[in-house]
Structures are given as structure tokens and as C-alpha cells.
């Protein structure tokens, strides 16, 4: 075409510049020579355009010419059924870069096409090739396919024992999965019955299927239809609706970079092997409600501009949504992901509902963009699932996370402090925001824990910016690669760990055997090691005894397992005191009385630290290291000295008998003052009484949570000081409980807080 272009441009040149020669004349010469001379000049500039239309290259676009297609026509499609090509082991009826048309006004050849291929693909095991192909009109590719029934006794004879066990897999999907996920399939109902109908009737496309770069104008229909070879559907264009209701793919099936500009249907599809679905763009809606995926399914790097519909979909492989972006509402509802789910730096700008879907492996949100709402309510989650949520992209002022509260906030699962400590915050401001207090403080738990490991690791691991090349190599570096290190920050200080990387030396392997035991930074002083070593021990105590103030149930099996040891203490001190020479030791039923009640007191708060701690024998074990080793030693001690002073028959303990009442004794210290007239109020105890044991527990009541029934103290007369230092430890103690409590309390009740800071 530019060719005559330039030919029609010189034509032009030409006549411009000749002159006729019936003007020439010797009258009007010099006119004439000045006419010539005007023209030539006028010239010069088309010349050089046509000089520079030559130089210049063409446009990209026409250059880049579109596919040639060759219109088929019946006889052209006889030949190729005839001559069917041999690709990749399979024969295949080669239909490649034709332009058919199937529309209305061409009704003749659109059943003879139907006719002739549904004869030859359903006798032979034939694939068919429209890779490249522009089809016009709609494509109702399930009239292609072979109608069989589904009954094992039934299946037509036609096809190989191979088809058959296909078949048959596909009868055990469908009773297998009947009450879940496709309780309104076609087929699977009709495996229930016991006469077929044409409900149970399938449509059997057993060759390979080839649409590579195909480009439908009209609309695809492909629903119940059974393909027992591969489907290859890359960089296809689906221009109008397309129907793949309840097809069936018995090989592997790839739409990667599949372009669907209207909605696309594959509701209650199954997919035996794996599905392809990579840099597939949905323009429209996207609906695969109640499909199977037997094996991996991979979206990764789609596009879903509309609705996208995942519900009540049976993931058995992996579910790869990695980059995905989701511009509209993602559904996931009642969706089952039997292994990982991969939402890996997955862009969620609308609403994504995962309600009452089960995930049994790891749900990755690492990199994640989350812009909206993610719905999790009522979502089940096994033992090894979590939602992974490092790097995720949450502003909890414009989006929210939405689950059961007090279930919701132990999904997540974070590695490290470092660089997550946004996201915790981020996602503990979103739950306080929905009064969800109980999530919000896991989170804040699953904060202190990660700088738990934080503050061990810096205390334990290796310094690679100060250790010797000694130390190095008793970590596990060779003696060449600790001189590289040495040498290295000789010149510059190590920033990260990372950096070891740099050196030549050192490989990935053993970085990796060895990141976990290095450390880089300033290197700690004696007092900076202590300092940090008791931020470590403090924060650990913290955690096991109350859940960084997060778990009131564990702080009060705490606190009754104290008070009832206490209280078993202080009546053993004060009722077994001597066997000789006059024994003075409690009644039998006093002593059954108090062994009873402590048993009963501790299998209760044994029972709310095992059911409410993360690690009950490590919390156990931190609680009796502060309860156990001072008062037995005290106690050992007192019974190796023994006691001989006046008032041997009188109680140590002493209650104030002016009156009777519930008390807060926030003030009240473990022993009487030294005068006349608070010894007149206060009255020892009556141990002839069958309720004294009682007492006990009221006065370890009293030091410890500084609440009691009566106010009972310790004598000051002739009191053995090892006793006094026993009920002063455990007030001691009182005053940090009582301290933990009311924080705990603040942290776990709303509104709390306000109360405790007006009082």
C-alpha cells in the first residue's frame, strides 16, 4: 500500500514539473522561464518529504500484521478430518489460524460443522486444534462431545479402559463430595437414582483440546461436559459469556493469560489434575461456586475487575492467589483449603469473605494488601493453621478484620518482632476499635513474646561485630572465613547479619545454619548485659503469670495457689508447734479439715493455669521458684531451732473482734501495732473452734490480695521473728499481685481502667 502511495506522490511530481508544450512560444519566453523557475522551487519541498517518508520507518502497527485466517468451508473441513496431524503423540484435527463461522445467517455450515466433528471426535479419540482461530457466532462446544451416561453398566463400549477409570473417578468425586459442594449437580443427583434420565447424561470430549491465542466473538458453552484429555487455553479471548457449569477436566487444564471481557460461569466444576489460571484477566464476573480442585490450583498474577466467586469450593492442593488483584468483592464462603492458601502481595481493594470457610494449612498474607473488609466470622482453622500476616498492608483506620471474638486474635502467626511491629499494632487497634478486647490483647501477647525471643537472642547470640576469631570459629566458621570476618569490619562495621553474604567465603549455607546464633550491633557492657538480662527476666515472669496482662482466668489460678499454700503454711506454723515435752499439735479433724480444703483450693487454680497458660508447666514452675524456696527455708529453719517462749497456748494470729464485715485492706500491714489499746481490739484466734482453719486462709487472703472477711493479723508479743518474716514476704508479694491484677483487669475489662484510676 505505501508503495503506490509513492508512486501516486512522483505522478504528482512529475506533472507539476513538465510543461505543455503548446504554451511554448518565443513571444513569451522570459514569462515562461520565470514560470518554470516558480515551479521547480514549489517542488523542492514535496521532494524532500518524499525523501524523508523513505528514511523514516513505518509505524509499528503496520508493521505488526494480524494472523492471515482462511475462511473454512465444509470441503476444507472434510480434508482435515481426513487427514487428522500427529502432535504430541496424540492425532488432532489441525483447525489452526481459520476464521469459522457459526452465526445465524450461516445456519447450514454451523450444523454441518457440528456434525461432522461430533461424528469423528466422538468415534476416534481425536483432539481438536483452534489455536489462533477467530470464531464467529456462538461455540456451543459441549454439541462436540460424545452424550454418555454415567451408570458404570451403562458407559458406552466405545470407550478404552482408560476413559473408563476416568469416568468412574469422576461417579467417586461426585459421591464423595454430593452433600457439600455440589448438591445441585446434574450428574452427582443422578447417581442416586436408579433409571437414567438425561439429567445423568454427560457430554465426553476425548481428545486434546487446543484454543492457544483463539478468539471467540460469540458466546462458549462448554457446561457438563467431561474432557478426558488436556485443555490448552492460552491467551485465548473470550469476547462474550462464557459456560463451563459443571465441566469436568480429567487432565491438566491451562487458561494462562486467558482474556474474558464478559462473565465467565464454572460453577461446579471439577478439576482432577492441575488448573492453570495464571495472569488470567476477568473483566466480569468470575463465578466458580461449588468447583473441586483435586490438585493445585494457580491464579497467580490474575486480575478479577468484578465479582469473584469462590464459595463452597473443595481446595485439595494448594490454592495460589499470589499477586492477585481483586479490584471488587472477593467471596470465599464455606470454602474448604485443605492445604496451603497463598495470598501472597494479594491486592484485596474491595470487601474478601472467607465466612465459615476451613482451612486445615497455613493461610499466607505476607505482603498482602488488604484495603477493605476481610470477613473471617465463623471461620474454622486446625491445629497447624494460622494466618501469616508478616508484611501485611493494614491501615485499620480505612479497613477492617472482622472474626469470632476471642478466637480471631490466635490465628495470626508474626516470626519476628522486627518489622512487624506495625502490623501488631495496626491490628490490635482494629479489634479494640470492635470492642474485641480479647483478640487485641493476643496480639499485644504475641507482641511481648516476639521481643521475649528478641531480648534472648541479643543476650545469648554472637556478636560477629565484636566476637574473637576464637569464637567465631567455635560457632562453626572455618578459620578462612572467621579471618573474613575479622578483616571485613576492620574496614566497616557489619549493619545486618545479612552482610556476611558479601564476603566471598561464606555461602547461603552456612549463613543459613548460623543467621539464627548471630547477632549485629553495639557491643554490651557488663551493666548494659545486666540491665537488659533483668528486662528479659521481667518480661518472662510477666508473660508466665499472667499473659502480659492479658489473661485474668491465669492470674487468678495464680493467685489461689499462692493464697491456699500460704494459708497451709501459716497453719501449720501456728498449730504444730511442738511434739515435747507437752505436745502441742491441732485435732485430727482440723488436720483432715485444712489437707481437704488446700486439695480442693489447688486442683481448682492448678485447673485455670493448665487451661489458661500457653506453657502451664513453665508458669507452674516460675510460680513455685517465688512461693516455695524462701518459706521452707524459713520453715526448716524454725523447726530446727524450735520455740520457747511465753504464750506457747496462745495463737500468733490475732482478729479484730469489734465487728464482722467484708474489708479492703489495701493498707493493712501483717502485724498489730505495739499498743494497749489495739491488743484490747484484737483478740487471738479460738483454736477450739472446728471453723479456725478458716482463718488461715482469710489472713493469706488478707496478704496477698488485700481483700478479707475478718481483720486478722499477727501478735506482737513474743512472736517468733522467723514467722513475722514469713507473713512479711508473702505481703511483699501482695502488694506486686495485687498490682498484676488490677492491671490485668484493666487490659481485659473495658472501661475498667476508669474506674480503678477515679478510686
Known amino acids: 500500500m505505501h508503495n503506490l502511495f509513492f508512486k501516486r506522490i512522483g505522478a504528482s511530481l512529475r506533472d507539476a514539473t513538465r510543461t505543455p508544450s503548446r504554451r511554448v512560444g518565443t513571444q513569451r519566453l522570459n514569462a515562461k522561464v520565470h514560470k518554470g523557475v516558480s515551479l521547480r522551487t514549489s517542488a523542492l519541498p514535496l521532494a524532500f518529504l518524499c525523501v524523508l517518508l523513505l528514511l523514516l520507518p513505518l509505524p509499528a502497527s503496520a508493521a505488526q500484521t494480524q494472523p492471515e485466517r482462511t475462511p473454512l468451508t465444509l470441503e476444507l473441513l472434510q480434508e482435515r478430518l481426513r487427514t487428522p496431524i500427529l502432535r504430541e503423540g496424540n492425532l488432532t484435527v489441525d483447525l489452526q489460524k481459520m476464521a469459522i463461522d457459526l452465526r445465524p445467517e450461516n445456519a447450514s455450515f454451523r450444523d454441518a460443522f457440528y456434525q461432522l466433528l461430533r461424528k469423528e471426535l466422538g468415534t476416534k479419540p481425536l483432539g481438536l486444534d483452534l489455536s489462533y482461530a477467530l470464531i464467529l457466532g456462538?461455540?456451543?462446544?459441549?454439541?462436540?462431545?460424545?452424550?454418555?451416561?454415567?451408570?458404570?453398566?451403562?458407559?458406552?463400549?466405545?470407550?478404552?479402559?482408560?476413559?473408563?477409570?476416568?469416568?468412574?473417578?469422576?461417579?467417586?468425586?461426585?459421591?464423595?463430595?454430593?452433600?457439600?459442594?455440589?448438591?445441585?449437580?446434574?450428574?452427582?443427583?443422578?447417581?442416586?437414582?436408579?433409571?437414567?434420565?438425561?439429567?445423568?447424561?454427560?457430554?465426553?470430549?476425548?481428545?486434546?483440546?487446543?484454543?492457544?491465542?483463539?478468539?471467540?466473538?460469540?458466546?462458549?458453552?462448554?457446561?457438563?461436559?467431561?474432557?478426558?484429555?488436556?485443555?490448552?487455553?492460552?491467551?485465548?479471548?473470550?469476547l462474550q459469556p462464557t459456560n463451563w457449569t459443571e465441566t469436568r477436566f480429567a487432565r491438566p487444564v491451562s487458561f494462562i493469560s486467558a482474556n474474558f471481557q464478559q462473565p465467565?460461569?464454572?460453577?461446579?466444576?471439577?478439576?482432577?489434575?492441575?488448573?492453570?489460571?495464571?495472569?488470567?484477566?476477568?473483566?466480569?464476573?468470575?463465578?466458580?461456586?461449588?468447583?473441586?480442585?483435586?490438585?493445585?490450583?494457580?491464579?497467580?498474577?490474575?486480575?478479577?475487575?468484578?465479582?469473584?466467586?469462590?464459595?463452597?469450593?473443595?481446595?485439595?492442593?494448594?490454592?495460589?492467589?499470589?499477586?492477585?488483584?481483586?479490584?471488587?468483592?472477593?467471596?470465599?464462603?464455606?470454602?474448604?483449603?485443605?492445604?496451603?492458601l497463598l495470598l501472597t502481595e494479594a491486592t484485596f481493594e474491595q470487601g474478601v469473605s472467607f465466612r465459615e470457610a476451613e482451612f486445615n494449612q497455613l493461610v499466607n498474607l505476607q505482603g498482602a494488601n488488604i484495603l477493605n473488609q476481610a470477613d473471617f466470622s465463623d471461620a474454622r482453622f486446625a491445629k497447624e493453621a494460622c494466618l501469616s500476616v508478616p508484611g501485611l498492608t493494614f491501615n485499620s483506620n480505612k479497613a477492617k478484620i472482622l472474626g469470632n471474638p476471642g478466637e480471631i486474635g490466635q490465628m495470626f502467626c508474626i516470626p519476628t518482632l522486627q518489622g512487624n511491629q506495625n502490623i501488631l499494632r495496626n491490628l490490635g487497634q482494629n479489634?479494640?476499635?470492635?470492642?474485641?478486647?480479647?483478640?487485641?490483647?493476643?496480639?499485644?501477647?504475641?507482641?511481648?513474646?516476639?521481643?521475649?525471643?528478641?531480648?534472648?537472642?541479643?543476650?545469648?547470640?554472637?556478636?560477629?561485630?565484636?566476637?574473637?576469631?576464637?569464637?567465631?570459629?567455635?560457632?562453626?566458621?572455618?578459620?578462612?572465613?572467621?579471618?573474613?570476618?575479622?578483616?571485613?569490619?576492620?574496614?566497616?562495621?557489619?549493619?545486618?547479619?545479612?552482610?556476611?553474604?558479601?564476603?566471598?567465603?561464606?555461602?547461603?549455607?552456612?549463613?543459613?545454619?548460623?543467621?539464627d546464633r548471630l547477632i549485629v550491633g553495639e557491643t554490651l557492657s557488663i551493666v548494659g548485659w545486666l540491665l537488659q538480662a533483668w528486662s528479659w527476666l521481667a518480661l518472662s515472669v510477666l508473660l508466665l503469670l499472667s499473659g502480659y496482662g492479658t489473661n485474668f482466668w491465669l492470674v487468678f489460678g495464680v493467685g489461689g495457689l499462692a493464697i491456699a499454700y500460704f494459708g497451709l503454711l501459716f497453719w501449720l506454723v501456728d498449730r504444730y508447734r511442738r511434739l515435747h515435752p507437752v505436745p502441742i499439735i491441732p485435732t485430727s479433724y482440723e488436720t483432715i479439715s485444712i489437707l481437704v480444703?488446700?486439695?480442693?483450693?489447688?486442683?481448682?487454680?492448678?485447673?485455670?493455669?493448665?487451661?489458661?497458660?500457653?506453657?502451664?508447666?513453665?508458669?507452674?514452675?516460675?510460680?513455685?521458684?517465688?512461693?516455695?524456696?524462701?518459706?521452707?527455708?524459713?520453715?526448716?529453719?524454725?523447726?530446727?531451732?524450735?520455740?520457747?517462749?511465753?504464750?506457747?497456748?496462745v495463737s500468733y494470729f490475732t482478729e479484730d473482734g469489734t465487728f464482722r464485715q467484708l474489708r479492703l485492706l489495701i493498707g493493712r500491714l501483717p502485724?498489730?501495732?505495739?499498743?494497749?489499746?489495739?491488743?484490747?481490739?484484737?483478740?487471738?484466734?479460738?483454736?477450739?473452734?472446728?471453723?479456725?482453719?478458716?482463718n488461715y486462709y482469710d489472713f493469706s487472703l488478707n496478704n496477698l490480695v488485700k481483700l478479707g472477711f475478718n481483720d486478722i493479723r499477727l501478735r506482737d508479743e513474743h512472736l517468733p521473728g522467723i514467722i513475722s518474716a514469713l507473713a512479711w514476704y508473702q505481703w511483699s508479694l501482695g502488694l506486686i499481685y495485687i498490682t498484676l491484677v488490677l492491671w490485668t483487669l484493666s487490659r481485659t475489662i473495658p472501661g475498667l481502667n476508669l474506674l480503678i484510676y477515679l478510686k
Not at 454439541?143 to 467417586?172: C, N, S, V, W
Not at 471439577?270 to 464476573?285: D, P, Q
Not at 475487575?305 to 463452597?312: E, I, P
Not at 499498743?675 to 477450739?688: G, S
Request: hydrophobic share 45%.
Open 138 to 238: 456462538d461455540f456451543v462446544g459441549s454439541d462436540l462431545g460424545l452424550r454418555t451416561l454415567l451408570y458404570a453398566k451403562a458407559i458406552a463400549p466405545i470407550f478404552t479402559a482408560t476413559e473408563q477409570e476416568k469416568l468412574e473417578r469422576l461417579r467417586f468425586v461426585c459421591l464423595e463430595s454430593l452433600a457439600i459442594a455440589l448438591p445441585n449437580s446434574k450428574d452427582c443427583r443422578s447417581l442416586l437414582g436408579t433409571e437414567s434420565t438425561p439429567a445423568s447424561e454427560i457430554a465426553v470430549f476425548r481428545g486434546v483440546l487446543t484454543l492457544v491465542q483463539t478468539r471467540f466473538n460469540g458466546e462458549v458453552k462448554f457446561s457438563n461436559t467431561f474432557f478426558l484429555q488436556s485443555v490448552d487455553a492460552q491467551g485465548a479471548t473470550f
Open 264 to 340: 465467565s460461569n464454572f460453577q461446579g466444576s471439577i478439576f482432577f489434575e492441575k488448573a492453570n489460571f495464571k495472569k488470567i484477566k476477568f473483566r466480569e464476573l468470575a463465578d466458580f461456586q461449588g468447583s473441586i480442585f483435586e490438585t493445585t490450583a494457580n491464579f497467580n498474577q490474575a486480575i478479577f475487575k468484578q465479582l469473584a466467586k469462590f464459595s463452597s469450593v473443595q481446595w485439595q492442593g494448594n490454592a495460589d492467589f499470589s499477586e492477585v488483584d481483586f479490584a471488587n468483592q472477593a467471596q470465599f464462603t464455606k470454602a474448604d483449603f485443605n492445604q496451603f
Open 431 to 515: 479489634f479494640r476499635q470492635q470492642q474485641q478486647v480479647a483478640d487485641a490483647n493476643e496480639l499485644e501477647y504475641t507482641k511481648q513474646r516476639l521481643r521475649l525471643i528478641e531480648f534472648g537472642h541479643r543476650l545469648t547470640a554472637t556478636n560477629i561485630n565484636s566476637a574473637t576469631v576464637a569464637n567465631l570459629m567455635n560457632l562453626g566458621f572455618s578459620a578462612t572465613q572467621a579471618e573474613a570476618i575479622a578483616q571485613r569490619r576492620l574496614v566497616k562495621s557489619f549493619r545486618n547479619s545479612s552482610e556476611l553474604l558479601t564476603i566471598a567465603d561464606i555461602d547461603l549455607e552456612k549463613y543459613t545454619q548460623l543467621s
Open 597 to 649: 480444703s488446700f486439695s480442693v483450693l489447688e486442683f481448682f487454680s492448678l485447673l485455670a493455669i493448665f487451661r489458661n497458660a500457653e506453657q502451664p508447666w513453665l508458669t507452674l514452675g516460675c510460680l513455685l521458684i517465688i512461693i516455695v524456696p524462701v518459706p521452707m527455708a524459713l520453715l526448716i529453719r524454725l523447726y530446727q531451732q524450735g520455740r520457747y517462749h511465753d504464750l506457747m497456748n
Open 671 to 694: 502485724v498489730i501495732p505495739r499498743n494497749q489499746t489495739f491488743r484490747e481490739r484484737y483478740m487471738p484466734l479460738l483454736c477450739d473452734r472446728r471453723w479456725n482453719w478458716l
